[in-house]
């Protein structure tokens, strides 16, 4: 039931992002067109790639809630990563896309075979607006993502924050045209490719990073091992390993227990710490508990029992 409502929260916040995408898009390509600035047709490109972008977000996350079967025992939850990385790319054309003819604009000036002609009220309107959606949607997006731990959606976030950012840097370059200096307007272009490849990189290391099975951070492991010691009749932990596959994560750990106990009652107490922790932790998938019989003290260690 969880997992079913989680999806529908995906799926909402992915198609709000693609019709406000398609809103913004064709709003600043035309705003772009008709007040004759470059950087603001260059953002009206990037917001028309969040389109595209949106809808690999949406089929990555349909994928990944597939469940298992004969060939993926562990289920789909990676293609959610492969879609993140699908998504990196896809900003990164679209950021050395923007920077190349923002650079051309100005050689071509630089060398007098090009006149500037400063954009028009409409365009700087248009930046503004374009700050306040992006930045509220980067918001809103930022939130659902980490709440259901989602790296396509995490992604598609800072695909909105880039955006904004880009819109920013078309403000700065559209005023400072419009007051003399239209050189600006094509710099701002180039200042706009910085800051999605910047976040191009981003999202491509998160993906990267979870697909070769990072461990889970510290906190995460503490609070693991705190409900395993917390169950009657383990006796210690031996070894706790831990991955993540997307939103998902993976335990195995061996605990100590009592040798003397019957293989009963051992594996009633895997049993234990195994619901324990898919019940207290919504994001773990499938733990793995070994049981290993605690060894008898040592010599050494009877004589420093003895003495404390």
């Known amino acids: 039931m969880k997992e079913d409502k989680n999806g529908r929260l995906a799926m909402e916040v ?32 990037h917001s028309a790639s969040d389109v595209v972008s949106t809808l ?24 959610e990563c492969a879609a993140a990385i699908l998504l990196a790319g896809m900003l990164a054309l679209t950021g050395t896309g923007v920077g190349l003819a923002g650079v051309k604009e100005i050689l071509q000036a630089l060398a007098g075979n090009l006149e500037i002609q400063p954009p028009g009220l409409l365009a700087l309107g248009a930046a503004v607006v374009s700050v306040a959606v992006k930045e509220a949607m980067y918001w809103y997006t930022h939130r659902a993502a980490r709440k259901l731990g989602s790296a396509a959606l995490l992604a598609d976030a800072w695909h909105h924050r880039s955006d904004a950012l880009s819109s920013v840097g078309s403000f700065i370059g559209i005023l400072g045209a419009r007051l003399g ?4 307007d094509p710099v701002a272009s180039v200042v706009i490719c910085a800051f999605i490849l910047r976040a191009a ?12 099975d990072r461990a889970c951070d510290a906190d995460t492991e503490q609070t693991i091992r705190e409900i395993i010691l917390a169950q009657r009749g383990v006796e210690g932990i031996d070894l706790l390993k831990t991955r993540r596959f997307s939103s998902k994560i993976y335990v195995d750990v061996e605990i100590a227990a009592d040798g003397s106990k019957t293989l009963y009652e ?29 060894q008898p003290p040592t010599q050494a260690e009877e004589r420093k029992l003895w003495k404390d």
């Open 14 to 45: 992915s198609l709000v992002s693609l019709l406000v995408n398609i809103a913004l898009s064709a709003g600043k390509l035309l705003a772009g067109i008709f007040a004759h600035s470059g950087a603001m047709v260059s953002d009206g490109v």
């Open 56 to 79: 690999v977000v949406i089929v990555g996350l349909r994928l990944s809630k597939r469940r298992e079967d004969e060939t993926h025992p562990y289920g789909h939850e990676r293609l």
């Open 181 to 184: 200096l239209p050189m600006l």
């Open 201 to 212: 990189v981003k999202i491509f290391m998160d993906a990267v990073s979870q697909m070769t």
């Open 266 to 294: 051992t594996h009633a107490i895997a049993e234990t710490v195994h619901d324990a922790i898919e019940t207290r932790m919504n994001q773990v998938k499938h733990i793995m508990v070994h049981v290993n019989p605690r």
